[in-house]
């Protein structure tokens, strides 16, 4: 029997699961491959191993399980029954295809993309939608998918990142230079007129307006490799800038990501922290959304207002 109710699908990035090589090996040979069309030079896993072995296994996966458990649960008091939440990774089991050709296999006929990314990109939050709808037929309707996108100014994801920008200032005091952060893109998003940099200003403004910051930037981090140009300013410049200026402490917030992955637990909380070190400076930064509370209402929101709209 066809499902009457609409299947959720809660994409992430991905990870390795493990420490092991293997699972290190294929994360990066997943992402290579997709973007590149190769496997991945030794160098490459050597470094990405290196990171893994200095942080650990990134919570990415039992941040975004929880996220779509808690959401089945906010789901369900609107309307019982009505949806149905899976997840899947873009780089890591579970695949976004195989979940998707899953829902199609399952039945359903509606579907509902959410990608865990606050920032429209094509590069981004339309790579996650166009991975599923293509994965589950969709040339020939057999899943009619709508997407959940850009909730960089919801008043309840504000509120999330106030209350965390707030937290970090009462524990390391309110002088700090609050420095937003988001993943950098290749700067041809900007001839596509992309709204990935202009939503990312927009919140940052936002936040920094509602947590009455008198000092604040923003710069993007964690580019990838490859001979493309970057979006820039990257954190250590815009932190060199500040200490040239006669600043010497700085709240990093990563407002673009929602889990310590990677790009947190080992671009800032070691690589970045290291280079203010050695310049002098203090560097701390918020606690990360993971399975928030106000992060699961925000995405149940969104959710319900994408099914209610034809």
């Known amino acids: 029997m066809t499902p009457t109710a609409t299947a959720i699908l809660v994409t992430a990035y991905g990870s390795a699961p493990t420490l092991s090589d293997d699972d290190v090996y294929g994360y990066l040979r997943h992402i290579i491959r997709f973007y590149r069309g190769?496997?991945?030079?030794?160098?490459?896993?050597d470094d990405l191993k290196h990171r893994f072995s200095t942080v650990g296994v990134s919570p990415i996966y039992s941040a975004t399980e929880s996220v779509a458990r808690n959401l089945q649960g906010k789901l369900d008091t609107v309307d019982p029954g009505a949806y149905q939440v899976r997840f899947a990774m873009k780089h890591s089991p579970p695949h976004i295809e195989d979940v998707a050709r899953e829902i199609t296999d399952d039945g359903f006929t509606s579907a509902i993309s959410v990608p865990l990314a606050p920032f429209r990109s094509r590069l981004s939050t339309g790579g996650y939608h166009k991975l599923a709808a293509e994965s589950s037929g969709g040339g020939n309707a057999r899943v009619s998918w709508k997407y959940v996108d850009g909730w960089h100014l919801d008043d309840t994801f504000l509120e999330m990142w106030?209350?965390?920008?707030?937290?970090a200032l009462s524990r390391h005091g309110d002088d700090l230079v609050a420095i937003f952060t988001n993943h950098s893109l290749p700067v041809q998003v900007r001839d596509w007129g992309d709204p990935y940099e202009t939503d990312f200003q927009a919140t940052s403004a936002a936040l920094a307006e509602r947590c009455k910051l008198d000092h604040w930037g923003c710069a993007f981090q964690s580019k990838g490799g490859g001979e493309t140009d970057w979006l820039k300013p990257e954190l250590v410049d815009v932190l060199r800038d500040w200490g040239d200026r006669g600043y010497n402490r700085f709240l990093v917030v990563p407002v673009g990501f929602l889990t310590a992955h990677l790009e947190i637990s080992y671009d800032i909380?070691?690589?970045?922290?290291?280079?203010?070190?050695?310049?002098g400076l203090e560097l701390v930064r918020t606690d990360m959304p993971d399975d928030d509370p106000l992060l699961v209402k925000t995405l149940r929101d969104r959710v319900v207002e994408a099914a209610a709209n034809g």
């Not at 190769?38 to 896993?45: G, I, Q, T």
């Not at 106030?162 to 937290?167: A, L, M, Q, W």
């Open 38 to 45: 190769v496997d991945p030079e030794p160098d490459l896993f």
């Open 162 to 167: 106030t209350r965390k920008i707030g937290d």
């Open 269 to 279: 909380d070691v690589v970045a922290s290291r280079v203010a070190e050695e310049m």
